[in-house]
């Protein structure tokens, strides 16, 4: 499963064995996989500054996790005809999302634990922020640039009264630079063939006789040229919408033509080259945000993943594809990467708000094994950690046990520190 719970406990001897007994348990009933999950000692401040930033935490949290899921959803969007190649653009630092969690390190370098929490959090909200509005101007030129071209495609693919002629007529249909003929094209229904061949030339004077001919036809009808003096124009448009014949609109203008040929041609190669290869290569160093780097180190007994590269290296071997793609590759990782350090901040400043001082508690990632088990781990936790909260533990485990004031719920209160990461929407 693509779905991982973190939790916290206090560090304390009765706590680390209940830690000890939740493995036990949970390993021999085959219910999740649990490793530790490091966080550093961070700059507590004022209890009032942490409840503070746990607001402020919830909110990142959120936005952090709106933001990669809507990465996410444009890479499937741009990769319209790769879908299947989806997953492997969607990495945390050269690595899969999986196991960037489960093999987590804090990034000293770049969110130094010894700034004051406040510090480290701005800059992720900074940094995320800045991302949102690139992929908001990213995404908005290239929905325009779709929307252009499916204008173009729908004009080329209506029927006869509504789609373009660029792709249909040439120079050789119509009488040119002549100043007394004029050539004109009519929508002819298919049961009417017979009726125009017999009588276009008499729907008017001044018909060139045998002028007409078969353009082109879909299911409907057919599309014929005819030839007529210019000073009857108006009457012969009169006779043929009376015998059911449409005159279309229409002025041969070679240069219009190849204009519109021309912009349907670049629509369809800027919008490939949204992430095919063969594109210009975004400059070195154009991401939005500096180098980062992962250690990745074997935690319990999950297969070490290959080492991080930087972003800047990864963007040098995609330089074959397209430039939003690679953009949002380089983001993506990114914004997830902070996303990840958003849900550790989490943890420690609850566990402080909820342990106390000093700042002593064991941080746990747990990997349900399958969705079926997870009412079966939660209960286990409970039960093991109810002494954090007897309480409101006992009214959980006992549905019967009312306590005025006191409203809770099996889905959404734990006697524990618990955050949820969900990677499943991801899939």
């Known amino acids: 499963m693509s779905e991982f719970w973190l939790i916290s406990a206090p560090g304390d001897k009765e706590n680390l064995q209940a830690l000890e007994r939740m493995n036990m348990v949970t390993s ?29 935490l919830g909110k990142l949290d959120t936005f952090a996790e709106s933001l990669i899921r809507r990465m996410a959803q444009t890479v499937v969007e741009v990769m319209e005809d790769a879908r299947g190649k989806v997953q492997e653009n969607l990495l945390a630092n050269g690595v899969d999302l999986t196991s960037f969690v489960t093999h987590f390190e804090w990034d000293m370098a770049k969110y130094p634990a010894k700034q004051p929490l406040v510090n480290v959090v701005d800059t992720l909200a900074k940094q995320l922020a800045q991302i949102e509005s690139d992929l908001k101007a990213r995404t908005a030129a290239y929905n325009t640039l ?54 276009y030339e008499s729907l008017s004077d001044m018909v060139v006789p045998r002028s007409t001919k078969l353009i082109t036809e879909d299911k409907e009808g057919g599309l014929f040229t005819v030839t007529l003096f210019r000073k009857v124009i108006d009457d012969f448009k009169t006779k043929a919408k009376e015998n059911k014949f449409t005159v279309r609109e229409f002025c041969y203008d070679e240069k219009e033509i190849k204009r519109e040929r021309e ?87 609850e566990s402080v708000l909820r342990y106390g001082l000093p700042v002593n508690f064991q941080a746990v990632l747990l990997q349900p094994h399958k969705k079926s088990s997870t009412k079966r781990l939660r209960e286990v936790l409970n039960s093991v950690f109810r002494h954090l909260d007897e309480v409101a533990a006992a009214s959980i485990l006992d549905a019967s046990v009312e306590i005025p004031g006191l409203q809770l719920n099996n889905q959404d209160y734990f006697p524990y520190v618990y955050f949820h990461i969900d990677l499943s929407l991801l899939d």
Request: net charge positive.
């Open 146 to 199: 779709k929307m252009n071209l499916e204008n173009l495609e729908k004009k080329s693919n209506g029927n006869l009264f509504t789609r373009t002629l660029s792709d249909i007529v040439s120079k050789e249909d119509f009488v040119l630079d002549s100043e007394y003929l004029v050539t004109l094209l009519v929508i002819v229904p298919k049961p009417n063939y017979a009726q125009w061949q017999k009588t």
């Open 28 to 56: 021999k009933s085959n219910l999740s996989h649990n490793t530790k999950f490091a966080i550093p000692d961070f700059k507590v401040g004022t209890l009032d500054s942490l409840v503070g930033l746990s607001d402020e």
């Open 263 to 349: 912009e349907m041609t670049r629509l369809l190669s800027d919008k490939k080259q949204q992430y095919q290869t063969s594109c210009v290569a975004l400059k070195k160093g154009s991401s939005t945000f500096p180098d980062h780097k992962v250690k990745v180190t074997p935690l319990g007994n999950l297969a070490r993943p290959a080492a991080g590269h930087t972003d800047r290296e990864r963007e040098s071997e995609g330089e074959g594809e397209g430039p939003l793609l690679r953009w949002l590759k380089v983001n993506f990782s990114e914004a997830f990467i902070a996303w990840v350090h958003i849900k550790a901040l989490r943890v420690f400043v």
